[in-house]
């Protein structure tokens, strides 16, 4: 999985993909902006305070159910 270009999100890349497992996909590139995001390179960059406080009120709202109810489920 290539790394993704400086400034661009995984949103951003999402929208470039036309067709195949889009959760898949989603996963790859969180794992992949994950690994990248642990480079000691990458880690030892300050990191700006919006960012930082656009991150946390993020993950302050409850969490929403994603993608299809489990009774659409095929096994």
């Known amino acids: 999985m290539a790394r993704l270009e400086l400034g661009q999100t995984m949103g951003q890349r999402l929208e470039q993909w036309h ?3 889009r959760e898949r ?6 794992v992949a902006a994950m690994e990248e995001a642990s480079r000691p390179e990458i880690r030892s960059k300050p990191c ?8 946390r009120a993020q993950l302050a709202q409850p969490a929403t159910g994603y993608g299809r109810a489990p009774s659409m489920i095929r096994h």
Request: with cysteine; proline share 0%.
């Open 19 to 21: 067709g195949g497992d």
């Open 25 to 30: 996909l989603w996963l790859s590139l969180l």
């Open 48 to 55: 700006e305070s919006a960012i930082l406080q656009a991150c």
